[in-house]
């Protein structure tokens, strides 16, 4: 074991700090320095390129966790993209007209989607899966919505969250807090279990004639089963209700464009976000004519959805990866992970699932105290100069940086194969408070 104490650098103190005066400290649930290894993460970043990352005391570590939390498919500061941005930049990111570049991103999403006819565009992808959900309830005039999946933080979608009162809010999906979203939404969102023909089928039973969507990610810890796709189109088909796939984690990650397309799966709305602007702000959402229309019969309007970086970004991402074919190369990656961490399950003894598809893995460890030895394993990699954590986004720039992260993880797993035999408690070998964990996903 490397008793070598992780020295708290000026990111970690800027993110104490950061605690004073922004509730949470940062804006993204994934992104708290608390999910990871508190008190000793280095929370700041000064620059990026590739898959290196260095801190606010020029320390450099190698992402091999989130990844810009899965936005950087192309690694991040791709020279393309960023040359792209400068160029946006330059010409005038807002004026009192509009980008073309909006027109010209609209007939790139429609060629690689041809099922859809029509675009909208927000900035980041909660918003974007708010307006596809006013545009199916403006559409259908109808109020309920059913979903599986993570969607963002917004009401229509936290409100499934509320229970019939306040002691037992929150117990649906832990973590994600519902306080402050209206009691009145109560029973508007209705979850159901990713790839459960049965629940879907007696839920949209009962629900099925206030429904005015369906919405699900296409794809995320488990492949669909075929029935699954089958039952939902001819659901919700038969009874008129829209159906919406998120694509804002699954898009342009194993194929360029929506992973429905992987599956033949025609959705009436799809919602992009993430992966296909390789960190710059950007979500759109793709329809079909006769529901999109529906957009302007509601007010669905904002400055910042006009601006012109994310636009350039977008158009440069999704052309670099046609172009470079990032798909194979980051399902490559992700394949050479998952088959190293099977090997360092059975080689190590610590028993855990590989979950996901290759471009995004996790490692289902279920043990009581998971927690405590995920802090252990971030601990250790950070040392060793890694950005870790139980799950791995697969990008261009990992090539080649794979077998030595599979060896450091191999190292420290058999020492976490001890720890468990031992009934030693994994807590004293930490040199902080143990992780937070992250919310429940219904998927
Ligand atoms: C499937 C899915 N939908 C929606 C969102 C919300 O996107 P954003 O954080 O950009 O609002 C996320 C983000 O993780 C996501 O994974």
Not at 23 to 36: A, D, H, N, V
């Amino acid at each position: 074991m490397n008793k070598t104490p992780i020295e708290v650098g000026n990111s970690q103190a800027l993110y104490q700090r950061a605690k004073q005066l922004i509730p949470g400290g940062t804006q993204l649930l994934s992104k708290r320095p608390e999910m990871f290894l508190p008190d000793l993460w280095p929370a700041y970043y000064s620059e990026a390129k590739g898959c290196k990352v260095t801190d606010l005391d020029g320390k450099e570590y190698i992402d091999v966790g989130l990844m810009g939390v899965g936005t950087n498919l192309l690694g991040f500061c791709d020279e393309d993209v960023d040359n792209a941005v400068i160029k946006a930049v330059r010409q005038g990111t807002n004026t009192t007209l509009n980008s073309p570049e909006e027109v010209e991103l609209a007939e790139l999403m429609l060629d690689l989607h041809p099922w859809a006819e029509m675009v909208r565009y927000t900035r980041t992808g909660g918003e974007a899966m708010a307006v596809a959900v006013r545009i199916a309830r403006a559409s259908t005039g109808k109020d309920k919505v059913m979903f599986c999946g993570y969607h963002g933080w917004h009401d229509w979608y936290i409100s499934s969250n509320l229970a019939d009162d306040k002691l037992g809010d929150g117990h649906l999906i832990p973590g994600l807090e519902p306080n402050g979203v209206p009691r009145a939404l109560l029973n508007s969102s209705i979850p159901f279990t990713y790839n459960d023909v049965q629940d879907f089928a007696d839920k949209i039973e009962k629900h099925g004639k206030d429904m005015a969507a369906v919405v699900m990610e296409s794809v995320r810890n488990f492949e669909p089963n075929a029935d699954f796709f089958a039952a939902v189109r001819a659901e919700t088909t038969k009874r008129g209700i829209i159906l919406i796939v998120d694509e804002i984690t699954a898009g342009f990650r194993m194929n360029i464009g929506g992973a429905h397309l992987r599956y033949n799966l025609e959705p009436d709305i799809a919602v992009f976000g993430k992966a296909f602007s390789n960190g710059y702000p950007m979500a759109a959402i793709i329809g079909k004519k006769q529901f999109m229309e529906a957009a302007q019969t509601s007010f669905i309007s904002s400055l910042f959805w006009t601006e012109r970086i994310g636009l350039a970004a977008t158009l440069a991402t999704i052309k670099k990866m046609q172009k470079v074919d990032s798909p194979a190369r980051v399902i490559a990656v992700g394949e050479e992970v998952q088959a190293g961490w099977k090997k360092i399950s059975a080689s190590t003894g610590v028993d855990f699932k590989v979950l996901g598809f290759p471009a995004i893995s996790a490692m289902g460890i279920s043990h009581p105290k998971v927690l405590a030895y995920k802090t252990y394993y971030i601990q250790e990699m950070l040392k060793r100069g890694y950005l870790a954590t139980i799950a791995f986004y697969a990008s261009c720039a990992h090539e080649g940086y794979v077998p030595d992260y599979l060896r450091h993880t191999e190292e420290i797993f058999g020492e976490i194969g001890e720890l468990m035999k031992s009934d030693a408690d994994p807590a004293s070998f930490l040199q902080g408070p143990q992780c937070h964990a992250g919310f429940a996903r219904l998927t």
